[in-house]
């Protein structure tokens, strides 16, 4: 079972529009990331959301955690070229020493110039 | 080097043959986790570690897979007798902290296996 869910799984638009990718699941997280991932490469963190209905900004992109803490959503306004890439959101579920950390299965974006 | 390494960073191996893939961590981050990755995919927890103890092995698929980390640094995933579905690329990734609230886990960009 996939504790994670986001979607679309596939996403491809041109350069300047705007795009919303979800990621939801059943389960209450003490926090979530969201990374990007470029071929051959591994991913990298680009924000961390902890409280719930927290919103944080990153340039272009705009990240909300839910009331609830179970979801989270990733707008990215303009596209641009170099936005392409897969986005993975992953959940930190508390456990008794560390947090376990549970990615989705990723939305892959491409902008298409 | 200033991150997370990983080698090697391809391996192409026989089915049945024993590989060991090997991270060694930013220095001084006591977390360390491995993951795998299969084409196009999300990561699948396999392990982590805090020190050189493993609290919490519930992600490795079989008794084929095995991990270790000694030192508080240096942390080697062995899987013998590889079988084909084994194929994947597999990430190390490294945090100063258990608690990822204030903290940043970094990735080491992944050794990838092929079984022929």
């Known amino acids: 079972t996939q504790l994670l869910e986001q979607s679309p799984q596939f996403l491809s638009i041109q350069e300047g529009e705007n795009l919303t990718v979800y990621c939801n699941s059943s389960s209450v997280f003490s926090s979530l990331q969201w990374y990007r991932q470029e071929p051959g490469e591994g991913p990298v963190l680009l924000v961390t959301?902890?409280?719930?209905?927290e919103v944080k900004k990153l340039k272009r992109l705009t990240f909300q955690f839910g009331d609830a803490r179970k979801d989270s959503s990733l707008h990215i306004t303009a596209a641009q070229p170099g936005d392409t890439g897969l986005y993975l959101c992953?959940?930190?579920?508390?456990?008794?020493?560390?947090?376990?950390?549970?990615f989705g299965p990723g939305t892959s974006l491409s902008v298409i110039p | 080097g200033a991150g997370v390494s990983q080698s090697p960073s391809n391996k192409v191996t026989e089915k049945g043959k024993d590989v060991e893939l090997r991270c060694d961590p930013i220095s001084g981050h006591t977390a360390l986790y491995w993951y795998r990755q299969s084409l196009g995919q999300g990561l699948e927890f396999l392990i982590y570690?805090?020190?050189?103890?493993?609290?919490?092995k519930s992600g490795l698929p079989s008794d084929r897979f095995s991990a270790e980390r000694t030192g508080g640094s240096v942390s080697t995933l062995t899987i013998q007798r590889t079988q084909q579905e084994d194929s994947a690329v597999y990430l190390c990734?490294?945090?100063?902290?258990?608690?990822?609230?204030?903290?940043?886990?970094?990735f080491g960009e992944g050794s990838w296996l092929t079984v022929v």
């Open positions: 990734a490294s945090s100063p902290s258990s608690y990822t609230g204030g903290n940043t886990i970094y």
């Open positions: 992953a959940g930190a579920r508390r456990e008794t020493s560390y947090d376990k950390v549970i």
């Open positions: 959301v902890v409280t719930g209905g």
């Open positions: 570690f805090q020190g050189n103890s493993a609290p919490d």
